[in-house]
Structures are given as C-alpha cells and as structure tokens.
C-alpha cells in the first residue's frame, strides 16, 4: 500500500466541504490518496531536492 499527499483539495474546500456536510467552522485543507505504486513507471523515480529544516524553520521550546 502507497500514499500520495494532496494538499490540492484547499483549493476546492468549499466544494468539498458542502459534498460531505462538513460544518462551516470546519476547513478541508489536504487529502491522502491511498493506492498502489506503480514501480516500473518512470514518474515514480523521481526525487526532488529538498532544503534542510535549519533552512526554513527555528524548532525552540524542547
């Protein structure tokens, strides 16, 4: 079993949020598709560069 993240869905809260009764103080922001990976596909090897926390966040308070 694979998961894919979709933050995409904030953009569509409203709609969303009216086709599954959510209350109006509520917001959808993200959904997490659920699925197989294809392997062989050449879409799944990709691995993009990422920052390092220390580059865009301060953790304090632990």
């Known amino acids: ?3 894919c993240p979709q933050e995409a869905w904030a953009l569509w ?3 969303v949020g ?3 009764a ?3 103080h509520l917001m959808l922001f993200c959904g ?3 699925g197989y990976v294809d392997q062989g596909h050449p879409i799944n090897s990709l ?3 990422r920052a390092d926390l220390s580059e865009f966040a301060t953790i304090s308070g632990l």
């Open 47 to 49: 691995r993009a560069d």
């Open 32 to 34: 997490m598709a659920l």
């Open 18 to 20: 009216e086709f599954i």
């Open 22 to 24: 959510l209350p109006p």
């Open 13 to 15: 809260h409203k709609t």
């Open 1 to 3: 079993m694979s998961t």
